[in-house]
Structure formats: C-alpha cells, structure tokens
C-alpha cells in the first residue's frame, strides 16, 4: 500500500475534526500536500468541512460563543478559548489563502480577530492568552509559547507580503519581544516551532539562535533515526533525579515512553526540511528512514502516545496523539 493513500484511507474512516483541536492544524497542511503526491484538484469532503467551519466561525466571531465557556469549564476558560481559537484559526486561514497566492476577505478577517486578541500589557504582552487544560504540549504550562510561535508562523505564511502592512508593525514587534524574553525557559519543542516560524519570517530569529536550534536538534536524535515526544517537550525545570535516572512518570503516574514516536519524528523531520537542512543530510535521511519503516501497514497512520496520561489508544483520547503525528510524517515524506 502506498503511505499516503493508507493514511488518507484511515482519516476517511475516522471523520473529521473539530476546528478547536490542535490535529487541525497539521491536517490542514498534510491534505493539500497529499492532493498534490496524487494530482488531484478537487478538495476532498472532510478537508472542504474543516475550512467551511473555520470560515463560519471567522464569520460570525462576534456572535457564536467560545468553544470552551467559564460555565462549563471553569475561570477564564472563554477567554482563553477566544485567544487560543484566533490564533488556530488565522494558521488555517493563512494556510488555505498561500495555496491560492491571494489574501482573502475571510482570511485579513482572521487575522485582525488574531491582533484583536493579542496582549498588549503584562506578562503575556506580545503573546496570546491560552488554553490551559494541564495538557502538555498543546494545553498545558508550555503551550503559551507555543501558541505565540504558531501565530508569527502564521502571519509569515499569508501570502500578498501581508507581514509588511504598516498597521501591524507594532504587534509584530510585540510578538517578537515576547518570543525572545521568553525563549530561554522553552523545551526543545517550542524552540522547533520558533524555528519553522523564522523559516516564514526573515528577521524574526537571529542566524545564530537558528544554528543553535538546528543543532539542540540534531543532538537529540535517537540512534534509530527518530525523536522522542516527551523529551523535546519537557521544560528543563521538570529535570529532578528520577528523570535523570531515565524514569520519567506522567501525571498518573505511569511510566512516559522514550522511544522514538511519530509525532516528534515528523514534526523534527518536517521542521528541519522547512528550515533548509538538506533531504540529503544524515539526520533528514535516518528520520525519513524511521517513519518509512514505522508506518502501521494496516491503517497507514503512526504512533504516539500521550505524554500526560496512559490512554488507550483505539479511544478519541488514544487516537488524538497519533492523528496529528500522522499528518505530520506526512507532511515530512512529501516533503
């Protein structure tokens, strides 16, 4: 079977996704790219549903209610609900609007609701307020950055050198002071995401803090080829002496896997070929090597197992992970 029709089967049988989950985003860059591996033209029905949902709700931003309320969830749920959707759905729109080389209405809207949101005084200044779910690496104590990174990768992404608008220059600025106060305290995992940005962004990071994140990266290579989620995910102040004795315990208390998963090889592979290290490179050939030979024959997708709870993995919880490190192995062979 061929990968990516083996994967493509797999989401046909799955559905769709909710356009408030972080799978979206990865889905949203693997399809198109999958179209392009077969030479369709056409935009399949659960792609075309995801962007339809993410233009009603770029549409009617002012009159549907958070995805997430403080009534059903808790204090400062719908506001972080806001902050955390308005970055998620400026990425989709400025994904779907360089496809076309042509900024959109719906997607210059996007992008002012993204501005709307952006902090303008405290500590977040620059940044975005975001979802907290004690879910690492999406919603969790290191999402924050995370989020800020994805919003400058959107903006990098939207076509008609929208980045260069005079109206924006000092959220820009914003942004970018944020990304740089808070850079020292990130776990490899963010400082990946701020590398994927710069790629779309000139001038966002400095040459030699690139250099030095290609390089944590490759550091960090298993000597199967791949990477390993929890540990270009766990921030430097998690270190204690169990995780230096090589037991490191999710919040349950069970045991994190350390081997080598499909989300961070795909995402790693990925990052690296958007940054411009060569596909020719050792890394970039071990890496693709990896996922080539750990895609599930069966269903065509990859694994990964969450790194906040032991969840069983045919569950939507289980199958959460292993979504979005499926559309990123994509994103990294097509590549």
């Known amino acids: 079977m061929t990968w990516w029709r083996g994967w493509d089967r797999a989401k046909r049988d799955q559905g769709t996704f909710c356009v408030s989950c972080h799978t979206v985003l990865p889905y949203t860059l693997a399809r198109p790219a999958l179209r392009k591996l077969d030479g369709e033209q056409a935009v399949g029905e659960d792609e075309r549903l995801i962007l339809d949902n993410v233009v009603k709700r770029v549409r009617l931003w002012k009159e549907l209610a958070p995805v997430y309320s403080d009534e059903k969830y808790g204090k400062n749920k719908g506001v972080e609900s806001r902050g955390t959707e308005s970055v998620l759905l400026a990425f989709v729109m400025a994904n779907r609007d360089a496809q076309s080389g042509k900024l959109s209405a719906d997607g210059r809207a996007a992008l002012e609701h993204l501005w709307e949101q952006q902090q303008k005084d405290g500590e977040r200044k620059g940044a975005w307020l975001w979802q907290m779910f004690g879910l690492n690496p999406w919603e969790g104590d290191i999402s924050p950055y995370y989020g800020a990174a994805l919003a400058a990768l959107a903006v990098g992404t939207t076509p008609d050198n929208y980045r260069a608008t005079p109206e924006i220059q000092n959220n820009i600025k914003m942004l970018g002071e944020y990304l740089d106060r808070e ?26 803090r690139q250099k030095a994140i290609a390089d944590e990266i490759l550091n960090t290579q298993q000597e199967d080829g791949g990477w390993n989620l929890f540990r270009l995910a766990m921030p430097m102040t998690d270190v204690d002496v169990m995780t230096l004795l090589g037991r490191f315990k999710r919040l349950d208390g069970s045991l994190q896997d350390t081997n080598s ?46 790194i906040n709870k032991k969840r069983e993995l045919s569950s939507d919880a289980g199958r959460f992970m292993s979504d979005a490190a499926t559309a990123y192995a994509v994103l990294a062979l097509a590549n």
């Not at 850079?183 to 000139?202: D, S, V």
């Not at 998963?261 to 070929?273: C, N, Q, W």
């Not at 411009?276 to 694994?303: F, H, I, P, Y």
């Open 183 to 208: 850079y020292p305290a990130q776990p490899l995992l963010n400082r990946m995401m701020l590398l994927w940005a710069a790629a779309k962004m000139p001038g966002l990071v400095k040459p030699d």
């Open 261 to 306: 998963d499909g989300l961070a090889t795909g995402f790693t592979v990925y990052v690296l070929e958007q940054s411009g290290v060569a596909r020719e490179s050792d890394a970039v050939k071990r890496g693709r090597a990896w996922l080539e030979k750990n895609q599930n024959k069966t269903d065509g997708s990859w694994m990964t197992y969450s």
